[in-house]
């Protein structure tokens, strides 16, 4: 595995949660690729919008290099399941992407890593790249990398090396959810590290040059440069943020920058 990978494109992903009805999403497109300006091509950008803007936002993102995520989805099998949506449905609407394993969702629906594992198959089943969320449980915090060694194999049972190395992982402790500030740079930098070697461990050096690793948890513009600083670190997610557009326009450029892409 090399240290310093040249060839993987940097990755930035937006969740706005329960948040933004599609006049909003409009109103933040316009005003987010204005602020954007020539970095749109250089980073990889997911935007994850509520169910209900799911259409219009696909719309809204044709002809550009921007793509369209899920917040989640249903690994049920069948089409009796009121209220939920299944992978099938969210690549028809026009998703690329579909996060799993929010902490949020884990916490409102006791998922065990199993039950993200079966949803992530089932994104994968359908042509979806998973955007995978995984870090420790506020009580782990002192041995996170333990932590993530022993969850991330029954994450990614059953995932061959070509599916992982086109995800995105997001490292997002849960203890840095809804808080004012992010995990401190070296923490960060120590999760992302210790997933990249697990895959490399666990798959081939190959794969975990490619997978994308990201920070997630309390992302904001004046945090953004530290938590950059390490060669495992791909990106950024934002969730408040990330509905921004001046923010995240300028937590992109700022990736862009660190990660010399532009």
């Given at each position: 595995?090399?240290?310093f ?37 250089a ?5 994850c ?50 996060l799993?394993?929010?902490w ?30 995984v ?99 791909d ?9 921004d ?18």
């Amino acid at each position: 595995m090399t240290e310093f990978p040249s060839d993987r494109k940097p990755f930035a992903v937006a969740n706005w949660k329960m948040a933004m009805t599609v006049a909003e999403g409009h109103a933040f497109l316009r005003r987010f690729r204005e602020h954007l300006g020539d970095v749109a091509a250089a980073v990889d950008v997911v935007l994850c919008p509520p169910y209900t803007a799911l259409h219009p936002m696909a719309q809204a993102l044709e002809g550009t290099p921007i793509e369209l995520g899920a917040q989640n989805l249903s690994a049920a099998a069948g089409k009796a399941h009121t209220g939920d949506v299944s992978a099938e449905l969210l690549a028809d609407v026009g998703c690329r992407w579909v996060l799993v394993g929010h902490w949020e969702i884990r916490r409102r629906d006791d998922e065990s890593d199993t039950d993200v594992n079966q949803k992530l198959l089932a994104a994968l089943d359908a042509g979806l790249r998973p955007i995978l969320l995984v870090g420790e449980s506020a009580d782990r915090r002192r041995d996170a990398e333990q932590a993530l060694a022993e969850r991330l194999p029954a994450l990614l049972a059953g995932s061959a090396a070509p599916h992982v190395a086109r995800m995105g992982i997001v490292y997002e402790p849960e203890w840095t959810i809804g808080v004012d500030q992010p995990a401190p740079p070296d923490h960060v930098a120590a999760g992302c590290r210790a997933i990249r070697r697990w895959i490399a461990h666990a798959y081939d050096d190959a794969t975990a040059d490619q997978v994308r690793t990201i920070y997630g948890g309390s992302v904001t513009p004046a945090y953004a440069e530290g938590l950059l600083d390490s060669p495992h670190v791909d990106g950024l997610g934002a969730g408040r943020t990330g509905r921004d557009p001046k923010a995240f326009a300028q937590i992109i450029r700022l990736i862009a920058q660190a990660k010399g892409a532009i």
